[in-house]
C-alpha cells in the first residue's frame, strides 16, 4: 500500500460504519451493490503499484458508482458534470473546474484503454483517486444519499440537479 494505516484509525474514518452495515447485508440493493462494487474498485486501485492500472481502477470505481450499467451514451459528460454536482462546490467556476478537470481525466483513461498510452502523472493519479474517494464518500455518509437504497432515487437526484441547475445536495 502506499501508506499504512492501523485499522482502529480505518475504523474511525468517515463512511467506515456505513460500508460495514452494508457489507453485513444478506440482500444489499441494487444502490447498495454500486456503492460496494465502487469501493472495491477504489480499494484495488489503492494498493496498485503500476500508476496507469491505478488511475483506471479509480477511472471505473467512478463510473460504477456515477454511471452504473445502464447508461451507454455520453458517458465522459454524464461522470463530468455528475462529479460536479456532487463536489463541485456553490460556485458556477467550481463546478465548471471540476468538468473540465473530469473530461480531461476520462480522456486520459481513453487514451490507456484504446491506444496503450501509459503515461500517468502523479498529479493525474492524485487527481483521479481524489474524485473517487471524494464521490465515495458524498453517496456513502451524506445527506440525502446516506438514507438512499434504491438506483432511482440516486438518478432522480441527478435529474433534479441538472434540471434545477445544481446549486447543492440537498
Not at 13 to 25: D, M, N, Q, V
Not at 53 to 81: M, P, V
Not at 110 to 127: A, K, P, Q, T
Amino acid at each position: 500500500p502506499h501508506r499504512k494505516i492501523p485499522l482502529n484509525q480505518i475504523a474511525g474514518r468517515r463512511g467506515f460504519a456505513r460500508i460495514s452495515e452494508l457489507l453485513r447485508k444478506e440482500s444489499p440493493t441494487k444502490l447498495e451493490d454500486r456503492i460496494l462494487a465502487s469501493v472495491q474498485w477504489a480499494g484495488r486501485a489503492q494498493v496498485e503499484p503500476r500508476r496507469e492500472e491505478a488511475f483506471i481502477l479509480f477511472a471505473i470505481a467512478l463510473e460504477s458508482l456515477l454511471l452504473g450499467r445502464d447508461i451507454k451514451t455520453d458517458l465522459a459528460y454524464r461522470l463530468a458534470f455528475r462529479c460536479a454536482h456532487l463536489g463541485g462546490g456553490p460556485a458556477l467556476d467550481d463546478k465548471k473546474r471540476v468538468i473540465d478537470q473530469v473530461l480531461s481525466l476520462y480522456d486520459l483513461r481513453s487514451r490507456i484503454v484504446h491506444s496503450g498510452n501509459f503515461v500517468v502523472s502523479d498529479e493525474e493519479l492524485g487527481l483521479i483517486s481524489e474524485y473517487a474517494v471524494s464521490t465515495l464518500l458524498i453517496v456513502i455518509d451524506h445527506e440525502p444519499f446516506r438514507n438512499m437504497t434504491e438506483v432511482k432515487e440516486l438518478e432522480t437526484w441527478f435529474e433534479a440537479q441538472l434540471l434545477a441547475g445544481g446549486s447543492s445536495r440537498t
